[in-house]
């Protein structure tokens, strides 16, 4: 079957760095998703990686690595409204997204 | 402002009263989905349309229709809602442009929460 791993729940402080890890097997790749959803609103796109590397966009980064199944998003130097849970979804070889559970982050000052 | 548009964003019905929700994008979009999501499992996709009166089932159908007589327009319909079917509904939609690819972000709505007692 395919499965998207991510944690479910990650605490860290303002201004520090985090890294969400996400490890997927799926039938085939057509790249990997990642979308910020705060508390009841809807998710909002953050990155996408096809080809193995960092991707930096700002404050964000993702990395992926299609030989090992894995993922990592990255937040350098956050903020309290990075408070949000981070989805991770990949595309599989129908086109079609299969998507984590998400992973909860919480911030403290 | 390009948007995707939900309506009811809250609603608390009862067990087998038909309901409909809508969902309407004003950017064109070939490709448009629904997916409801519950604590723990993630997003689960409903059914999904690559473009009109052009339609398929998810992981997660039964219980659910969907048409595409419109392009901007994709309503989810519950014949005979059951309790299993508290959720929250999220539409979406992407481009498809030269294909699947990076390009398809998806585009979601602001959510609907339903409740059936």
């Known amino acids: 079957g395919q499965n998207i791993d991510q944690p479910t729940e990650m605490t860290a402080t303002e201004g520090a760095i985090v890294q969400i890890n996400c490890t997927y097997q799926t039938s085939g790749f057509n790249g990997l998703f990642w979308y910020q959803q705060h508390a009841g609103e809807a998710p909002t796109f953050l990155s996408y990686?096809?080809l193995d590397g960092l991707e930096e966009k700002g404050r964000f980064s993702s990395f992926l690595s299609r030989s090992k199944g894995y993922s990592y998003l990255l937040l350098k130097e956050l903020q309290m409204k990075d408070s949000a849970s981070y989805l991770c979804a990949v595309m599989d070889s129908n086109y079609q997204l299969i998507w984590g559970a998400g992973t909860k982050l919480i911030i403290k000052p | 402002e390009a948007q995707v548009t939900q309506n009811p964003r809250y609603l608390i019905t009862v067990t087998g009263k038909k309901l409909t929700v809508t969902c309407s994008q004003n950017m064109n979009h070939e490709y448009m989905s629904w997916y409801r999501q519950d604590p723990g499992l993630g997003l689960r996709q409903i059914y999904y349309s690559m473009n009109v009166e052009v339609t398929d089932k998810g992981d997660v159908p039964e219980g659910y229709k969907v048409s595409r007589k419109e392009k901007r327009n994709f309503p989810l319909i519950l014949e005979s809602p059951s309790p299993n079917q508290t959720s929250l509904y999220f539409c979406?939609?992407?481009?498809?442009?030269?294909?699947?690819?990076?390009?398809?972000?998806?585009?979601f709505g602001a959510g609907s929460r339903l409740t059936v007692l």
């Open positions: 990686n096809v």
């Open positions: 979406a939609s992407s481009s498809l442009g030269q294909g699947f690819s990076g390009a398809n972000v998806l585009t």
